[in-house]
């Protein structure tokens, strides 16, 4: 073990006199020291005299002192300043009687090598004698005295810088035999530290690959579940397997001194940061998540976990939540020391990855304009036999027509373009349409075969549309805002057809065939049905639904939502909703239907009608006052306005583009709740 023994005698030390490192002068010319901040804490006595005093320093440097006693002490003359005295059995004050080797070795030792020092003692009785301040340049037990003190002052020999720590032994110089000063013993006495001076310097630190300043990317969107057809993720760090996630923590090591990386040890810490969604309010606080806590792939202790860099001071594990809520979020502070003292006491941090679910929309849009065919219309013909003419009666010839086919043994759900030429009534009674021989079909189109034609058959046919005339729409712009305030994104589902045939009206028995009909994400149960795949969601935008007269008046259905039987289907009637935004809808008796909406941008009426059927695939029967996903609740940022589910829609809110739901009993009561901690995948009911 090296030790050198560097001695400063200091006299008539009522006041304070710097001993200075000569091997560090030019150093400490060169950099500025930052004086240690002493606890101020006040006591009249040791409180404990074993346990190693820390304190914890600004740009990450700790400071250690062990051994000796130490105490904190106020008065007039000296203010929050640290001391030690002797004692060889347990605690004692600071103005004890002498013993006969009154002695203190100490140790201080720094997390960061440092690269020089000031260290300004301080007799505290002020009895004008002598004592004796021993520095030693390395960390290890305290060796012995070594050489005889001189009875002048010097300077040390060099140390080994940079510097882990030191020890330093104060005495009274009346316990050395050949000290030039004739002193007796001391009775009474006590030293203690003014300064002590030290270079903080720029502070190693750790560095993010996914920063805090990032946080709200979609680097931070991390997927609960995904189809096993879809590998893509928001985010660069999580990994695109199935399964529970897996996310990438990933970042680099650098010197503070030359800003570039290095090998060696980082701390990494995970915290749960607060909710970020507005409508959590006070709820949103420090550890909320409703899940249990991630795993990492490496060991932690007592939360901490150790990570060795490479060469090139990168480092990389790997983080599996345990939660399945959507919007549980995490975050890891990074250090590079354990008790994660770093400048300013402001760690850095990674950005904040946060749960998210995926759903798939299978979204199709009706003809305005088209019919349904009612015979076969075979690969290579010209003729297209069809249900109803009226569509295409006034049609001009030229006029492009699609063709739609929902699969129906596997053969696949597929479309094309014909080019109308003219529609004409076969002596059969059929009518058919007559197409442009260059446009010729290469695939059989028609009505699936039945012994037992019904009513259910007559909406399970293939049709065919006038692509000019258009199609009803859903409009989906509100979609992002609410759903993204519940951590849900929106995908697009596997689908290759996107038009469906023109039906005039769908009751509730239909709507469910006629949806299972044209489901393309989902899996065949039998000829007449079809389950949607996980988190696929089948919306369709179409005409209307019959006016529903109960004993207390007559109403419309301007979406609706079915989720059960393995399956689901979303109704948005956007031909209902234009009619009702113009009065156009009244009873058989002549009675205005919806005359509230009366004058309403019908486009505002279906954003807001289309968010409220997407809720109802996680909020519905048997749920809510009605039993069918709807609350009494009011929006939870304005008590004027209704939640979104409320059951009636009405008031001040009415087709205003306000999307908000309720927020209740901290959470227990809540749309935005349910569908965050609803399963994922979606259980089909």
């Not at 035999?177 to 006495?189: E, G, H, M, R, Y």
């Not at 290469?442 to 258009?470: L, N, T």
């Amino acid at each position: 073990m090296r030790t050198r023994l560097v001695t400063t005698i200091i006299r008539r030390t009522t006041l304070p006199l710097a001993v200075l490192a000569a091997a560090v002068t030019n150093v400490l010319a060169q950099q500025t020291l930052t004086a240690i901040p002493f606890p101020a804490t006040e006591a009249t006595s040791i409180t404990d005299c074993t346990t190693p005093t820390v304190l914890n320093l600004s740009g990450g440097q700790t400071v250690t002192f062990e051994g000796g006693q130490f105490i904190h002490y106020k008065d007039d003359h000296f203010d929050g300043t640290m001391y030690a005295t002797n004692s060889s059995s347990g605690c004692r004050q600071f103005d004890v009687a002498p013993y006969p080797v009154p002695v203190v070795n100490v140790r201080v030792t720094f997390s960061r090598p440092i690269t020089g020092f000031e260290l300004v003692p301080y007799n505290f009785f002020g009895q004008n004698q002598d004592f004796a301040l021993g520095l030693y340049d390395d960390v290890g037990p305290f060796a012995g005295m070594g050489q005889h003190f001189p009875s002048q002052e010097f300077l040390p020999d060099p140390f080994s810088w940079p510097l882990p720590g030191f020890n330093f032994l104060v005495s009274s110089l009346a316990m050395f035999a050949n000290s030039s000063i004739d002193q007796p013993l001391v009775t009474n006495w006590a030293w203690g530290i003014t300064s002590l001076k030290i270079p903080q310097g720029e502070p190693d630190f750790v560095r993010f690959d996914y920063p805090e300043s990032s946080s709200g990317s979609d680097d931070g969107k991390i997927l609960i579940s995904a189809a096993s057809w879809d590998t893509t993720r928001p985010s660069l760090f999580q990994l695109p397997t199935g399964g529970a996630p897996r996310v990438k923590i990933k970042g680099t090591l650098v010197s503070g001194a030359t800003k570039q990386p290095k090998a060696g040890t980082v701390y990494l810490k995970l915290n749960d940061p607060p909710d970020t969604a507005q409508y959590r309010g006070a709820d949103a606080e420090a550890v909320d998540n409703d899940g249990s806590v991630a795993v990492l792939s490496v060991p932690t202790t007592s939360g901490i976990a150790t990570v060795q860099t490479d060469a090139q001071g990168k480092f990389e594990i790997t983080m599996t939540p345990g939660s399945r809520v959507a919007g549980d979020n995490y975050q890891f502070a990074g250090s590079t020391n354990a008790t994660f003292t770093c400048p300013a006491n402001n760690c850095p941090r990674s950005g904040i990855f946060t749960l998210w679910k995926r759903i798939y929309v299978e979204e199709q849009h009706m003809f305005k304009q088209g019919s349904f065919l009612n015979d076969i219309a075979d690969a290579g013909g010209t003729h297209i036999p069809i249900d109803n003419p009226v569509p295409f009666q006034n049609l001009a010839s030229g006029a492009t027509l699609e063709l739609v086919h929902a699969d129906t043994s596997g053969e696949g759900s597929y479309f094309d373009f014909v080019t109308f030429r003219s529609v004409a009534q076969q002596p059969s009674g059929r009518w058919m349409i007559e197409i442009d021989p260059a446009s010729v079909f290469s695939r059989d189109y028609g009505a699936p075969s039945s012994d037992h034609p019904s009513v259910i058959e007559s909406i399970r046919r293939d049709g065919i549309g006038i692509v000019d005339a258009g199609t009803f729409d859903a409009n989906s712009s509100y979609m992002r805002s609410l759903f993204g305030s519940m951590s849900i994104d929106i995908a697009g589902a596997r689908q290759t057809i996107v038009e469906v045939p023109y039906v005039s009206e769908l009751d509730d028995l239909q709507r469910i065939y006629f949806s299972s009909r044209w489901l393309q994400d989902g899996t065949a149960v039998n000829a007449f049905s079809r389950h949607a795949n996980p988190n696929v969601f089948h919306r369709i935008a179409g005409t209307r639904s019959p006016i529903v007269v109960t004993a207390t008046g007559a109403g419309v259905e301007l979406g609706v939502t079915s989720v059960s039987g393995g399956s689901n289907n979303s109704f948005i009637f956007s031909s209902r909703i234009e009619d009702l935004a113009a009065g156009r809808v009244a009873t058989a008796r002549g009675t205005v239907v919806g005359a509230e909406y009366n004058g309403s941008d019908p486009v505002v009426i279906n954003g807001e009608v289309t968010v409220h059927e997407t809720v109802h695939f996680w909020v519905h029967e048997p749920a809510g006052h009605d039993q069918h996903g709807h609350c009494l609740g009011l929006s939870y940022r304005n008590p004027q306005l209704n939640c979104l589910m409320h059951e009636p829609y009405t008031g001040a809110g009415l087709a205003d583009g306000i999307v908000d739901l309720h927020y209740a009993q901290h959470g227990a009561d809540s749309e935005y709740m349910t569908v965050r901690r609803a399963a994922d995948p979606v259980p089909q009911q």
